[in-house]
């Protein structure tokens, strides 16, 4: 990792990442994306700072027995109950469990340790692939999308939201270019076309609540077929 990303998730994103009040998908985006990017790590430090500032102003009253539980709880990882619900989805041995050896960030290995160490790569276009992966929640389909060098994607909109976060190469659209580390939040309307770079594929990491749609004359007879696998 030579550079910081230059696209981070939103003050509000990691706010409530650190009040553990973000959904399981989002979060894995959201800590995936804080692997690569050490000015989130940061932001993320101080919020848990001014938490714990203000959970022990607020907790001065309480009884001991209900200070102790809540050190207890403060003392637990903060992304504890997302890795909790992927060890859940796994239901194969401590063995296929382990961690895979490999270039993604440590979350992203243990998702594919709890898809039994097994990306199954699908076609869904002549430059793009995706495999996905189990997280043990039912409103997003996170999956890895892989774009060869120099493909395009067909163009198109998204009918719900999608959180990306570049895992290794980069690629462009019409509003920017996006490489290792960057997230990028998609809202339902926007509509992209990207492209992998011309010297390597890129692979992402994506989770997205809804289908796109594809704006060709022969994709717009395909979007009635189009579906998401929340996982």
Not at 5 to 24: I, Q, Y
Not at 198 to 226: H, T, V
Request: with cysteine; net charge positive; hydrophobic share 35%.
């Amino acid at each position: 990792m030579n550079n910081k990303p230059s696209h981070c998730p939103s003050a509000d994103l990691l706010v409530e990442f650190a009040a553990g009040t973000l959904g399981t998908a989002e979060s894995i985006c959201v800590s995936t994306h804080l692997h690569f990017c050490p000015h989130c790590k940061g932001t993320l430090h101080r919020l848990e700072q001014i938490g714990s500032h203000f959970m022990e102003k607020n907790c001065e009253a309480v009884t001991k027995k209900s200070t102790d539980k809540l050190n207890a709880a403060e003392d637990e990882s903060l992304f504890e109950s997302v890795m909790e619900k992927i060890d859940a989805a796994s239901t194969d041995t401590p063995a296929k469990r382990a961690s895979v050896k490999g270039e993604f960030p440590p979350l992203v290995n243990k998702l594919i340790a709890a898809t039994y160490n097994k990306l199954n790569w699908r076609r869904l276009s002549k430059s793009v692939d995706v495999a996905a992966l189990k997280t043990g929640q039912n409103k997003f389909e996170v999956a890895l999308h892989r774009i060869c060098a120099g493909g395009k994607t067909p163009k198109h909109d998204h009918r719900g939201l999608e959180y990306t976060v570049v895992l290794k190469g980069s690629f462009s659209d019409e509003k920017s270019v996006y490489k290792e580390g960057d997230f990028i939040l998609r809202q339902p309307g926007d509509t992209h076309q990207p492209m992998g770079a011309q010297n390597g594929e890129c692979i992402c990491l994506s989770a997205q609540s809804a289908p796109i749609k594809l704006q060709s004359f022969f994709g717009s007879m395909l979007n009635s077929w189009l579906r998401i696998r929340p996982n």
